[in-house]
Protein backbone atom coordinates (compact mmCIF):
# COMPACT_ATOMS: atom_id res chain seq x y z
CA UNK A 1 0.00 0.00 0.00
CA UNK A 2 1.65 3.04 -1.33
CA UNK A 3 1.05 6.94 -2.09
CA UNK A 4 2.81 9.49 -2.66
CA UNK A 5 1.49 12.88 -4.58
CA UNK A 6 3.05 16.83 -5.05
CA UNK A 7 1.01 19.94 -5.87
CA UNK A 8 3.59 22.60 -7.13
CA UNK A 9 1.15 25.33 -8.68
CA UNK A 10 0.61 27.79 -5.92
CA UNK A 11 -3.84 28.46 -7.47
CA UNK A 12 -3.71 24.57 -6.83
CA UNK A 13 -2.57 24.34 -3.53
CA UNK A 14 -4.22 27.07 -2.17
CA UNK A 15 -7.37 25.96 -3.52
CA UNK A 16 -7.21 22.14 -1.84
CA UNK A 17 -6.01 23.93 1.50
CA UNK A 18 -9.47 25.46 1.30
CA UNK A 19 -11.27 23.25 0.69
CA UNK A 20 -10.02 21.26 3.75
CA UNK A 21 -10.36 23.91 5.24
CA UNK A 22 -14.29 23.46 4.76
CA UNK A 23 -14.32 19.84 5.51
CA UNK A 24 -12.25 20.37 9.14
CA UNK A 25 -15.35 23.04 9.89
CA UNK A 26 -17.93 20.14 9.70
CA UNK A 27 -15.95 17.02 10.72
CA UNK A 28 -13.34 16.33 13.39
CA UNK A 29 -12.83 12.81 12.18
CA UNK A 30 -13.47 11.93 8.58
CA UNK A 31 -11.97 9.05 6.58
CA UNK A 32 -10.33 9.88 3.59
CA UNK A 33 -10.38 7.29 0.85
CA UNK A 34 -7.88 7.73 -2.41
CA UNK A 35 -8.29 5.98 -5.67
CA UNK A 36 -6.54 6.20 -9.17
CA UNK A 37 -8.81 9.37 -10.30
CA UNK A 38 -10.26 11.25 -6.73
CA UNK A 39 -9.75 11.39 -3.68
CA UNK A 40 -12.98 11.49 -1.35
CA UNK A 41 -13.47 12.68 2.08
CA UNK A 42 -16.27 11.04 4.06
CA UNK A 43 -17.91 11.54 7.09
CA UNK A 44 -20.54 9.25 8.14
CA UNK A 45 -21.90 9.80 11.74
CA UNK A 46 -24.84 7.44 11.37
CA UNK A 47 -27.41 9.83 9.85
CA UNK A 48 -30.12 7.44 11.63
CA UNK A 49 -28.64 8.56 15.09
CA UNK A 50 -29.08 11.92 14.68
CA UNK A 51 -25.57 12.24 13.32
CA UNK A 52 -25.11 14.63 9.65
CA UNK A 53 -23.27 13.04 7.12
CA UNK A 54 -20.85 14.13 4.42
CA UNK A 55 -19.25 13.06 1.05
CA UNK A 56 -16.86 15.69 -0.95
CA UNK A 57 -15.04 14.16 -3.90
CA UNK A 58 -12.34 15.85 -5.90
CA UNK A 59 -10.75 14.67 -8.89
CA UNK A 60 -6.69 14.78 -8.30
CA UNK A 61 -5.67 16.11 -11.46
CA UNK A 62 -7.13 19.34 -10.87
CA UNK A 63 -5.15 19.60 -7.98
CA UNK A 64 -1.45 17.53 -7.72
CA UNK A 65 1.16 17.63 -10.44
CA UNK A 66 2.32 14.07 -9.18
CA UNK A 67 -0.42 11.52 -7.78
CA UNK A 68 1.03 7.96 -7.33
CA UNK A 69 -1.25 5.07 -5.11
CA UNK A 70 -1.36 1.60 -4.75
CA UNK A 71 -4.21 0.19 -2.99
CA UNK A 72 -4.01 -2.92 -0.80
CA UNK A 73 -4.67 -5.11 -3.91
CA UNK A 74 -4.75 -5.17 -7.31
CA UNK A 75 -8.59 -6.01 -7.45
CA UNK A 76 -9.03 -3.52 -4.52
CA UNK A 77 -6.98 -0.40 -6.08
CA UNK A 78 -7.97 1.85 -2.72
CA UNK A 79 -6.73 2.95 0.33
CA UNK A 80 -8.99 4.33 3.10
CA UNK A 81 -7.63 6.48 5.70
CA UNK A 82 -9.13 7.97 9.16
CA UNK A 83 -8.27 11.26 9.70
CA UNK A 84 -8.62 14.58 11.75
CA UNK A 85 -8.98 17.17 9.04
CA UNK A 86 -7.58 20.16 11.24
CA UNK A 87 -4.62 18.77 11.37
CA UNK A 88 -4.13 18.20 7.60
CA UNK A 89 -5.49 22.02 7.56
CA UNK A 90 -2.75 22.82 10.01
CA UNK A 91 -0.18 21.39 7.72
CA UNK A 92 -1.43 23.46 4.69
CA UNK A 93 -1.68 26.80 6.19
CA UNK A 94 1.78 26.96 6.69
CA UNK A 95 2.48 26.22 2.93
CA UNK A 96 0.57 29.41 1.57
CA UNK A 97 3.56 30.71 -0.03
CA UNK A 98 5.57 27.20 -0.40
CA UNK A 99 7.48 26.12 -3.50
CA UNK A 100 5.74 22.40 -3.60
CA UNK A 101 4.27 20.39 -1.39
CA UNK A 102 4.84 17.23 -1.02
CA UNK A 103 2.50 14.36 0.64
CA UNK A 104 3.23 10.97 1.55
CA UNK A 105 2.15 7.71 3.42
CA UNK A 106 4.70 6.51 5.53
CA UNK A 107 4.92 3.89 8.49
CA UNK A 108 7.38 4.72 10.81
CA UNK A 109 6.01 4.28 14.67
CA UNK A 110 2.60 4.20 13.12
CA UNK A 111 0.86 5.10 9.52
CA UNK A 112 0.86 9.55 8.88
CA UNK A 113 0.93 11.26 6.31
CA UNK A 114 4.06 13.30 5.91
CA UNK A 115 2.92 16.58 4.45
CA UNK A 116 6.40 18.37 3.47
CA UNK A 117 6.17 21.71 2.78
CA UNK A 118 9.63 23.31 0.74
CA UNK A 119 9.53 26.97 1.35
CA UNK A 120 11.20 29.54 -0.65
CA UNK A 121 14.59 30.32 -0.06
CA UNK A 122 17.14 32.89 -0.97
CA UNK A 123 20.00 30.43 -0.74
CA UNK A 124 20.99 27.59 -2.35
CA UNK A 125 19.56 25.46 -0.11
CA UNK A 126 15.84 24.62 0.58
CA UNK A 127 14.08 25.11 3.50
CA UNK A 128 11.51 22.02 3.81
CA UNK A 129 9.01 22.27 6.88
CA UNK A 130 7.71 18.68 7.85
CA UNK A 131 4.39 17.70 9.30
CA UNK A 132 3.21 14.02 10.12
CA UNK A 133 -0.17 13.58 10.48
CA UNK A 134 -1.06 10.26 12.36
CA UNK A 135 -3.98 8.61 10.40
CA UNK A 136 -5.63 5.20 10.91
CA UNK A 137 -5.83 2.66 8.12
CA UNK A 138 -9.42 1.40 7.54
CA UNK A 139 -9.23 -2.56 7.13
CA UNK A 140 -10.95 -3.75 3.55
CA UNK A 141 -13.83 -5.23 5.58
CA UNK A 142 -14.77 -2.15 6.73
CA UNK A 143 -15.17 -0.18 3.39
CA UNK A 144 -18.90 -1.08 2.65
CA UNK A 145 -19.45 1.29 5.76
CA UNK A 146 -17.71 4.08 3.39
CA UNK A 147 -19.86 3.86 0.42
CA UNK A 148 -21.53 7.01 -1.17
CA UNK A 149 -24.64 7.43 0.10
CA UNK A 150 -27.63 7.30 -1.98
CA UNK A 151 -29.69 10.53 -2.94
CA UNK A 152 -32.75 10.42 -0.90
CA UNK A 153 -36.45 10.01 -2.74
CA UNK A 154 -37.10 13.76 -2.09
CA UNK A 155 -40.35 15.50 -1.95
CA UNK A 156 -38.86 19.50 -2.70
CA UNK A 157 -35.58 20.21 -4.43
CA UNK A 158 -34.87 23.92 -4.59
CA UNK A 159 -31.82 26.09 -5.26
CA UNK A 160 -30.08 27.68 -2.10
CA UNK A 161 -30.04 31.70 -1.82
CA UNK A 162 -26.85 33.30 -1.64
CA UNK A 163 -24.58 31.71 0.84
CA UNK A 164 -23.47 34.14 2.35
CA UNK A 165 -27.20 36.34 3.16
CA UNK A 166 -28.38 32.86 4.54
CA UNK A 167 -25.76 32.34 6.94
CA UNK A 168 -26.52 35.98 8.06
CA UNK A 169 -30.25 34.97 8.59
CA UNK A 170 -29.02 31.46 10.09
CA UNK A 171 -26.12 33.21 12.50
CA UNK A 172 -28.81 35.54 13.90
CA UNK A 173 -31.60 33.03 14.63
CA UNK A 174 -29.08 30.63 16.56
CA UNK A 175 -28.89 33.01 19.16
CA UNK A 176 -32.99 32.17 19.53
CA UNK A 177 -33.24 28.73 19.05
CA UNK A 178 -31.42 25.29 18.83
CA UNK A 179 -33.04 24.05 15.87
CA UNK A 180 -34.55 25.55 12.60
CA UNK A 181 -37.41 24.66 10.20
CA UNK A 182 -36.56 24.82 6.59
CA UNK A 183 -39.34 24.29 4.18
CA UNK A 184 -39.69 24.46 0.51
CA UNK A 185 -42.13 24.20 -2.10
CA UNK A 186 -41.75 23.01 -6.12
CA UNK A 187 -42.69 27.17 -7.10
CA UNK A 188 -38.92 28.20 -5.73
CA UNK A 189 -40.15 29.22 -2.16
CA UNK A 190 -37.94 28.65 0.57
CA UNK A 191 -38.76 29.84 4.46
CA UNK A 192 -36.27 29.85 7.58
CA UNK A 193 -38.41 29.53 10.83
CA UNK A 194 -38.02 29.02 14.53
CA UNK A 195 -40.27 29.13 16.68
CA UNK A 196 -39.81 28.94 20.55
CA UNK A 197 -42.18 30.31 23.40
CA UNK A 198 -41.20 33.78 23.19
CA UNK A 199 -40.75 34.13 19.73
CA UNK A 200 -41.34 33.27 15.88
CA UNK A 201 -39.52 34.11 13.23
CA UNK A 202 -39.29 33.59 9.38
CA UNK A 203 -37.50 34.52 6.35
CA UNK A 204 -38.71 34.27 3.55
CA UNK A 205 -37.05 33.42 -0.32
CA UNK A 206 -38.58 33.65 -3.42
CA UNK A 207 -37.51 33.26 -7.33
CA UNK A 208 -34.96 30.76 -6.44
CA UNK A 209 -36.23 27.98 -9.40
CA UNK A 210 -36.61 24.29 -8.54
CA UNK A 211 -33.54 21.77 -10.17
CA UNK A 212 -34.92 19.94 -13.21
CA UNK A 213 -33.68 16.54 -11.36
CA UNK A 214 -36.94 15.09 -12.01
CA UNK A 215 -36.61 14.69 -15.89
CA UNK A 216 -33.24 13.99 -15.75
CA UNK A 217 -32.87 10.70 -12.74
CA UNK A 218 -36.46 9.84 -11.87
CA UNK A 219 -35.83 10.08 -8.56
CA UNK A 220 -37.78 12.82 -8.06
CA UNK A 221 -41.20 9.80 -7.63
CA UNK A 222 -43.12 11.70 -4.63
CA UNK A 223 -42.43 14.75 -6.06
CA UNK A 224 -43.61 14.35 -9.46
CA UNK A 225 -47.05 14.34 -8.57
CA UNK A 226 -46.61 17.18 -5.99
CA UNK A 227 -49.28 20.19 -5.55
CA UNK A 228 -46.52 23.11 -6.48
CA UNK A 229 -47.48 25.45 -3.97
CA UNK A 230 -47.18 23.09 -0.80
CA UNK A 231 -44.60 23.25 0.89
CA UNK A 232 -41.96 20.13 2.54
CA UNK A 233 -40.29 21.09 5.63
CA UNK A 234 -37.82 19.41 8.42
CA UNK A 235 -36.97 20.58 11.53
CA UNK A 236 -33.32 20.39 11.72
CA UNK A 237 -30.31 20.85 14.58
CA UNK A 238 -29.47 24.98 13.93
CA UNK A 239 -25.42 24.58 14.42
CA UNK A 240 -24.96 21.88 12.02
CA UNK A 241 -26.56 24.22 9.23
CA UNK A 242 -24.28 27.51 10.38
CA UNK A 243 -21.60 24.83 10.02
CA UNK A 244 -21.97 24.13 6.88
CA UNK A 245 -22.65 27.95 5.77
CA UNK A 246 -19.70 29.38 7.48
CA UNK A 247 -17.23 26.48 6.62
CA UNK A 248 -17.30 27.93 3.03
CA UNK A 249 -14.44 28.88 1.79
CA UNK A 250 -15.28 28.97 -1.91
CA UNK A 251 -18.22 30.13 -3.13
CA UNK A 252 -19.82 27.31 -5.10
CA UNK A 253 -20.87 27.66 -8.67
CA UNK A 254 -24.54 25.56 -7.27
CA UNK A 255 -25.84 24.79 -4.33
CA UNK A 256 -28.67 23.06 -3.62
CA UNK A 257 -31.36 21.56 -1.16
CA UNK A 258 -33.40 18.54 -1.29
CA UNK A 259 -35.77 17.86 1.58
CA UNK A 260 -37.01 14.51 2.27
CA UNK A 261 -40.46 16.26 4.43
CA UNK A 262 -39.84 15.60 7.89
CA UNK A 263 -36.65 12.93 7.56
CA UNK A 264 -33.96 14.70 6.48
CA UNK A 265 -32.48 18.05 3.99
CA UNK A 266 -29.96 16.99 2.01
CA UNK A 267 -27.33 20.01 0.95
CA UNK A 268 -25.36 19.87 -2.54
CA UNK A 269 -22.28 22.19 -3.37
CA UNK A 270 -20.69 21.89 -6.78
CA UNK A 271 -17.39 23.86 -7.87
CA UNK A 272 -15.78 23.34 -10.80
CA UNK A 273 -14.01 20.26 -9.70
CA UNK A 274 -15.18 19.61 -6.09
CA UNK A 275 -18.31 18.58 -4.75
CA UNK A 276 -19.76 18.18 -1.39
CA UNK A 277 -22.87 16.52 -0.14
CA UNK A 278 -24.10 16.86 2.83
CA UNK A 279 -26.73 15.51 5.15
CA UNK A 280 -28.87 16.63 8.28
CA UNK A 281 -31.47 14.51 9.85
CA UNK A 282 -34.31 16.02 10.91
CA UNK A 283 -35.33 16.06 14.32
CA UNK A 284 -38.62 14.92 15.05
Known sequence: ??????????????????????????????????????????????????????????SQGNFFDEFQMEGVAAEHNEIYLELMPENLSRALKTAQSAKAVKIKLTNKHCPCLRVAVEMPSFSSSSRIVTHDIPVGVIPRRMWNDFREPSVPDFDVSIYLPMLKTMKSVVERMKNLSNFVVIEANLSGEMNLKIETDLVSVTTHFKDL????????????????????????????????????????????RKALCNIVHKRIVHFILLHEEVSLQYFIPAIA
Not at 17 to 43: D, G
Not at 44 to 54: E, I, L, R
Not at 213 to 242: F, V, Y
Request: proline share 3%; net charge positive; hydrophobic share 45%.
Open 1 to 58: MRFRAKIVDLACLNHFSRIINTIAKLAKTCILRLTVCKLYFILSDKVANGGAGMWCEL
Open 209 to 252: GNPPWASEHGCQSTAQHRNLESMAEACIDIKKLQQLLAGQQVIP
